[in-house]
């Protein structure tokens, strides 16, 4: 087998100008897998936010029992079961209907998913300061809620601020199964190059291409995001 | 320091103690103790570690929930049901061995934070007294500092402060300078000695026998969960009547 035969300038050609497949299926691709993770990023944040305070709570209180127990099935069933069979029951299943946005869908899958993971995180950050911390805030007379949000959270926030930034990159790389639904998302885009010009290497190495550019260009940013915190601590 | 206006009337009781019993799964860690803080007192506790003192001090503002008795702040029992304890904490401040500034707000807002959420005092007025109070304690120009840049002695000075931002009637100290270098102690305690000169009311729970002895009105002594004496310093320290204390005087003095 001769891989050289791929790389030609005609398989150059047909793979990434022929009838723009550049232009429709990776950079159009790519634009979809963004917009997928951006907003399930979203409700990511705001799910975890909601489960991790409840289960915390729960932890330290031992008040809200009952959420705390929803929110443990949900933790369970979500992190138990794999993302693209969640993905798959969303749509073939639960939305059931052709008129329903395959990419509305994947962002609520994925946002559902992502939130059990930062619900973990952020309960992880809640639990890691220190105990006094709140006691000084109730012996203030702050009540539960007013010490969480205005002394426990920012503090909480910002330990678990690399993790986050760390779940939300893993999340980019987790939307590629979107193909299952047939979203023509980036991995999907080269995927359908590759269906069409039988081109087994060059459309799949570009979009693992992509996928590094953009992952690495993220992990960067946390990089100088964590060393700035770590610079603006004042302990 | 905390407010020179409001008017002292000493004698009246502030918080009466009444059969209070803590026990920790079944472990008494309280048992039965009773006695009355007065207004503009100073109380000392002092035992050996595990005597409870501590828990005793976390009873009074209910950071530990009693298992048992009454505790009267200000005529209320607190361990009634429907007592708003969060609105009752505000008069009690508190001060704990390991400071528990806000590491991520300044000097400042540590202080004003409080006062501005829960009284509704106006930012600026709250900058103002905060100002006044930082200096009064030789650390004004600490306002925009931040926690990790203090020394422990200047951060147990601030935490003193900042409750004292609350108005409270009352000042809980829980082993205040414990947790502090040697060199570092004087100044706090200069701090709380000047807050006694000034008849706030306070409970202090410390191993500073010589700072008892100088500040205090009247010295509790418990031991093993157990209320054993009490007395003035002078009574206390050269007098004690239990065999408990004589054995505890002689280890520490």
């Given at each position: 087998m001769n891989w050289a035969q791929y790389f030609s300038p005609e398989q150059f050609y047909i793979n990434y100008i022929a009838d723009d497949r550049f232009v429709t299926y990776i950079l159009g691709g790519l634009k979809t897998t963004l917009l997928i993770t951006f907003f399930a990023v979203l409700l990511g944040i705001a799910l975890g936010f909601l489960v991790g305070t409840v289960r915390s709570t729960y932890d330290k209180t031992g008040r809200l029992k009952i959420l705390n127990g929803i929110c443990r099935v949900y933790l369970s069933i979500i992190r138990g079961t794999p993302v693209v069979v969640q993905l798959m029951i969303m749509y073939y299943?639960?939305?059931?209907?052709?008129?329903?946005s395959k990419v509305v869908i994947a962002i609520l899958s994925f946002g559902i998913n992502s939130g059990a993971y930062v619900a973990e995180i952020f309960r992880s950050g809640i639990m890691s300061i220190d105990q006094g911390q709140f006691e000084a805030g109730r012996s203030l007379g702050f009540n539960y809620r007013q010490t969480i949000w205005y002394i426990i959270l920012p503090q909480a926030v910002k330990n678990v601020l690399p993790a986050l930034c760390n779940e939300f990159i893993a999340l980019l790389k987790e939307t590629?199964?979107?193909?299952?639904?047939?979203?023509?998302d980036l991995t999907k885009g080269g995927d359908i190059i590759r269906s069409r010009?039988?081109?087994?290497a060059l459309p799949l190495l570009t979009v693992a291409l992509v996928y590094w550019i953009v992952v690495t260009f993220l992990t960067a940013m946390v990089g100088r995001m964590e060393q700035r915190l770590r610079k603006n601590e004042k302990r | 320091m905390a407010d020179t206006k409001k008017e002292i009337k000493t004698g009246e009781p502030l918080i009466e103690v009444k059969g209070l019993c803590k026990s920790f799964y079944g472990n008494e860690?309280?048992?039965d103790i009773t006695t009355t803080i007065k207004k503009g007192e100073v109380v000392f506790v002092v035992g050996?570690?595990?005597?409870g003192k501590s828990t005793f001090l976390r009873c009074l503002n209910l950071l530990e929930q009693p298992t048992g008795g009454e505790i009267l702040f200000e005529g209320t029992n607190?361990?009634?049901?429907?007592?708003d304890v969060d609105k009752l904490r505000r008069k009690m401040g508190m001060v704990f061995q390991q400071f528990n500034?806000?590491?991520?707000?300044s000097i400042l807002k540590n202080m004003t934070l409080a006062p501005v959420k829960?009284?509704?005092?106006p930012e600026a007025e709250a900058n103002k007294e905060a100002e006044a109070l930082l200096e009064r304690i030789g650390?004004?120009?600490?306002?925009?500092?931040?926690?990790?840049?203090?020394?422990g002695g200047q951060k147990q000075r601030i935490a003193i402060v900042r409750a004292l931002m609350m108005k409270p009637d009352v000042m809980l100290f829980?082993?205040?300078?414990?947790?502090?270098d040697p060199e570092m102690v004087g100044e706090v305690l200069t701090v709380m000695r000047e807050l006694a000169q000034e008849h706030m009311t306070m409970i202090v729970v410390t191993h500073e026998m010589g700072f008892a002895r100088e500040v205090a009105d009247r010295v509790m002594f418990l031991d093993g969960g157990d209320f054993v004496e009490e007395a003035p310093p002078g009574e206390f320290f050269t007098?004690?009547?239990?065999e408990r204390l004589r054995s505890f005087l002689s280890k520490v003095l």
């Amino acid at each position: 087998m001769n891989w050289a035969q791929y790389f030609s300038p005609e398989q150059f050609y047909i793979n990434y100008i022929a009838d723009d497949r550049f232009v429709t299926y990776i950079l159009g691709g790519l634009k979809t897998t963004l917009l997928i993770t951006f907003f399930a990023v979203l409700l990511g944040i705001a799910l975890g936010f909601l489960v991790g305070t409840v289960r915390s709570t729960y932890d330290k209180t031992g008040r809200l029992k009952i959420l705390n127990g929803i929110c443990r099935v949900y933790l369970s069933i979500i992190r138990g079961t794999p993302v693209v069979v969640q993905l798959m029951i969303m749509y073939y299943f639960i939305f059931a209907t052709p008129d329903a946005s395959k990419v509305v869908i994947a962002i609520l899958s994925f946002g559902i998913n992502s939130g059990a993971y930062v619900a973990e995180i952020f309960r992880s950050g809640i639990m890691s300061i220190d105990q006094g911390q709140f006691e000084a805030g109730r012996s203030l007379g702050f009540n539960y809620r007013q010490t969480i949000w205005y002394i426990i959270l920012p503090q909480a926030v910002k330990n678990v601020l690399p993790a986050l930034c760390n779940e939300f990159i893993a999340l980019l790389k987790e939307t590629s199964v979107s193909g299952f639904i047939a979203l023509q998302d980036l991995t999907k885009g080269g995927d359908i190059i590759r269906s069409r010009t039988y081109n087994p290497a060059l459309p799949l190495l570009t979009v693992a291409l992509v996928y590094w550019i953009v992952v690495t260009f993220l992990t960067a940013m946390v990089g100088r995001m964590e060393q700035r915190l770590r610079k603006n601590e004042k302990r | 320091m905390a407010d020179t206006k409001k008017e002292i009337k000493t004698g009246e009781p502030l918080i009466e103690v009444k059969g209070l019993c803590k026990s920790f799964y079944g472990n008494e860690v309280l048992k039965d103790i009773t006695t009355t803080i007065k207004k503009g007192e100073v109380v000392f506790v002092v035992g050996p570690s595990g005597s409870g003192k501590s828990t005793f001090l976390r009873c009074l503002n209910l950071l530990e929930q009693p298992t048992g008795g009454e505790i009267l702040f200000e005529g209320t029992n607190i361990l009634d049901k429907g007592v708003d304890v969060d609105k009752l904490r505000r008069k009690m401040g508190m001060v704990f061995q390991q400071f528990n500034l806000f590491p991520h707000m300044s000097i400042l807002k540590n202080m004003t934070l409080a006062p501005v959420k829960l009284l509704g005092v106006p930012e600026a007025e709250a900058n103002k007294e905060a100002e006044a109070l930082l200096e009064r304690i030789g650390l004004l120009e600490k306002r925009d500092a931040y926690p990790g840049q203090l020394s422990g002695g200047q951060k147990q000075r601030i935490a003193i402060v900042r409750a004292l931002m609350m108005k409270p009637d009352v000042m809980l100290f829980d082993e205040p300078t414990s947790a502090l270098d040697p060199e570092m102690v004087g100044e706090v305690l200069t701090v709380m000695r000047e807050l006694a000169q000034e008849h706030m009311t306070m409970i202090v729970v410390t191993h500073e026998m010589g700072f008892a002895r100088e500040v205090a009105d009247r010295v509790m002594f418990l031991d093993g969960g157990d209320f054993v004496e009490e007395a003035p310093p002078g009574e206390f320290f050269t007098n004690p009547r239990s065999e408990r204390l004589r054995s505890f005087l002689s280890k520490v003095l």
